[in-house]
């Protein structure tokens, strides 16, 4: 798990295609299979999931949330949840209170706004996972897609 942001989304090269990476691993942790524990608030506040802010434990599924909210970010150019007030900005998280206004959304296709909806579930246990969200029709819509998609990792550091 790692705290999650658009600025932390780099890519390889500027060529069409190019690889994207992961960058920024400081408040990292790596957890094996579905290990959750309660590992503290670590993170920008917006990209924070709900059972980070209600303290429960956490796991995988935070990744997906904050995924959620950069998806979101990417299609409209603003986050799914705001406000000056952090308070009133955890209360928004925590209810899930988001929406798809007019005029941004207008053209934004119902399967993107579905795949946003199943990484923005509160619930961590009905959160769609990462496998899944690979293979989400707005994601793979041609068949063979998911074929050319490369997960790596290393563990490199500077």
């Not at 970010?73 to 949840?81: D, S, T």
């Not at 909806?117 to 959160?127: D, E, F, G, V, W």
Request: proline share 9%; glycine share 6%; hydrophobic share 40%.
């Amino acid at each position: 798990m790692l705290p999650m942001q658009p600025e932390n989304l780099l890519l390889a090269s500027k060529c069409k295609g190019a690889a994207v990476k992961l960058a920024d691993f400081g408040l990292a942790i790596e957890v094996q299979g579905e290990q959750q524990a309660w590992f503290g608030f670590a993170g920008t506040p917006g990209y924070l999931s709900p059972e980070v802010l209600r303290k429960d434990p956490y796991g995988k599924p935070v990744d997906i949330w904050a995924c959620g909210v950069i998806l979101y970010i990417l299609l409209v150019g603003y986050p799914p949840f705001w406000d000056e007030d952090q308070h009133k900005l955890y209360q928004q998280i925590k209810a899930g209170a988001y929406d798809f206004p007019s005029p941004e959304w207008d053209t934004v296709t119902p399967e993107a706004k579905n795949l946003i909806n199943q990484m923005l579930t509160i619930n961590p246990a009905k959160r769609i996972t990462a496998d899944q969200a690979l293979k989400h029709p707005w994601v793979c819509p041609m068949t063979g897609f998911d074929d050319r998609i490369k997960v790596e990792t290393s563990h490199e550091t500077s």
